[in-house]
C-alpha cells in the first residue's frame, strides 16, 4: 500500500483495537500487535516484507520515532531520585527475579537453536518486567511500593543488557570475537554514558534549571520540543558509540525528570513538568507509539511449519516461573512469606513495551546470526500471553 493509505489503516485500527483491550482491562499494546499480525505478511498480507521488514521506510521511520518517544516517556517516569531510593527488598526481589529469569530464558531456547546472541536477546526479555502494567495492577495492593521499585530496577538492568548485547552484535557483525574483555569496557561505556548524562542533567536541570526558560514558551511548544531533540540526540550518541538508540531516548526521559529533585520544586513547575508528560502520553505517545507495535506485528511472519510449539510452550512455562521462582525466593530472603510471596511474584511476571523493542532489535541485528523469524514469532507470543494473563492471574491471587 501507498505510505499515507497504509499510515491511515494502521493506525486507525491499532487505535481502535487497543481502546477496546483497554476498555476491558488489558493493555492496548496487545491490541495493536494483533493488528500487524493480521494485515502483515502473517495473514492478509497487505502490508510486503523485505528481509523481515515492511518495505516502506517511511512507515519504518514513523515506527522508530514511536519507540523514541515510548522510551523518553518510560525515562520520565523511572525517575533518578526514586531509583537512588529503592529500599532493599525491591533490589533483592528484582535481582534474584531477573538472574533466574534469564537462566531459565537462556537454557530454553539455547538447547533449541545452539545460538548464544540469540538466546541471550530471549533470555533479556524475559528477564524483564513491564512496569507500566505493574503501576496499573498494584493499584491497591499493601505491596505495590515493593512491586514498582523492582519493577522500575529491572527496567535500568535491562536497558543495562541490553547495551551489552548491542555491543556485542556489533563486534559480532564486524567480524571481532566477544571475549571477557568486549564485555568488560561496554560496561565501562554504559556506566560512564549514564554517568555523564547523571552529571550534566544534576548541572542544567536541577541546578541551573535550563526549563524555566523554556517554561515561557510552552504555549507554543517549545518545552515538549526540546525534550524529543534530546531524545533524538542522546539516541544518536548511544548509537555512535555501539549502544542501542533507545538506551539514549530513555536517559533523556531521566535527564528531565530530574526537575523533581530540585531543593525547591514550586507547585507551577510539577503540574508544568506534568503537563510535559501529559503531552507526550497524549498528543504523541498514544499516536506514535501504537506504530511501533503495529510494526513489531508487520515483522511476525514465521514458517509455521519450521515453529517448535515445544519450545513455545516451554518459554511461556519459563517466563511464569521466572519471575514466580525468582521474585519468590527473593520475596522470602527479604521476610515475606506464604501467599505474599505467590502476590509479589505473579505480579512480576507482566511484559510489555520494551521487551518488545529488545526482541525487535535483536531480530533486526541477528537475522544472519541464529535469530529466525520463528523465534522471533515464539517470543512474541511468548510476550502477549504474559501480558494478557498476569493481571488475570495477579486478581486471582490478590483477593483468592
Known amino acids: 500500500m501507498e505510505f499515507l ?8 485500527c491499532a487505535k481502535v483495537s487497543g481502546e477496546l483491550l483497554h476498555r476491558y482491562g488489558f493493555s492496548p499494546l496487545i491490541g495493536e500487535v494483533a493488528v500487524g499480525i493480521l494485515l502483515g505478511p502473517a495473514i492478509l498480507g497487505w502490508v510486503v516484507l523485505k528481509d523481515g521488514e515492511p518495505t516502506s521506510e517511511a512507515i519504518k521511520g514513523v515506527a522508530m520515532l514511536g519507540l523514541i518517544v515510548l522510551m523518553l516517556a ?27 529469569s534469564l537462566a531459565l530464558g537462556f537454557g530454553v531456547v539455547y538447547a533449541w537453536s545452539q545460538q548464544l546472541l540469540p538466546s541471550l536477546f530471549v533470555a533479556a526479555a524475559l528477564s524483564n518486567t513491564a512496569t507500566e502494567i505493574v503501576v496499573r495492577i498494584t493499584e491497591h495492593s499493601r505491596f505495590r511500593d515493593l512491586m514498582v521499585g523492582a519493577a522500575l530496577i529491572d527496567d535500568v538492568m535491562a536497558v543495562y543488557i541490553l547495551g551489552i548485547l548491542s555491543t ?23 556506566v560512564a ?72 520544586v514550586t507547585l507551577q513547575s510539577r503540574i508544568r513538568l506534568n503537563a510535559m508528560l501529559d503531552d507526550i502520553s497524549t498528543s504523541l505517545q498514544s499516536i506514535l507509539t501504537p506504530m511501533f507495535f503495529v510494526y513489531v506485528g508487520l515483522m511476525f511472519a514465521p514458517n509455521w511449519s519450521q515453529v517448535n510449539f515445544i519450545v513455545l510452550f516451554a518459554l511461556i512455562v519459563a517466563a511464569f516461573a521466572g519471575k514466580l ?52 514469532a515464539v517470543m512474541v507470543v511468548t510476550t502477549l500471553v504474559t501480558t494478557v494473563l498476569t493481571p488475570v492471574l495477579f486478581k486471582y491471587v490478590a483477593e483468592g
Open 74 to 100: 518510560a525515562g520520565m517516569n523511572s525517575r533518578f531520585d526514586m531509583l537512588m531510593k529503592v529500599k532493599f527488598k525491591a533490589f533483592v526481589v528484582s535481582v534474584s527475579g531477573v538472574v533466574v
Open 325 to 376: 521462582i525468582g521474585c519468590g525466593a527473593g520475596a522470602a530472603a527479604v521476610g515475606y512469606k506464604g501467599r505474599e510471596l505467590a502476590e509479589i511474584g505473579t505480579a512480576m511476571c507482566s511484559r510489555g513495551s520494551l521487551e518488545l523493542a529488545m526482541l525487535q532489535f535483536g531480530f533486526l541485528s541477528l537475522r544472519g546470526y541464529g535469530f529466525t523469524p520463528e523465534l522471533f
Open 5 to 12: 493509505l497504509a499510515l491511515l489503516v494502521l493506525l486507525l
Open 168 to 190: 556485542a552484535t556489533l563486534k559480532q557483525a564486524i567480524g571481532q570475537p566477544i571475549d571477557v574483555g568486549v564485555l568488560f569496557w561496554a560496561t565501562v561505556g554504559i
Open 193 to 264: 554514558f549514564f554517568a555523564i548524562v547523571g552529571y550534566l542533567s544534576s548541572k542544567l536541570i536541577i541546578k541551573a534549571d535550563i526549563m524555566k526558560k523554556l517554561w515561557k514558551l510552552e504555549r507554543r511548544g517549545v518545552p515538549l520540543a526540546f525534550a524529543i531533540c534530546l531524545a533524538l540526540a542522546l539516541a544518536v550518541i548511544a548509537q555512535r558509540i555501539g549502544l542501542h538508540a533507545i538506551i539514549g531516548a530513555y536517559m533523556a526521559g531521566l535527564f528531565i525528570g530530574r526537575l523533581r529533585e530540585r531543593p525547591v
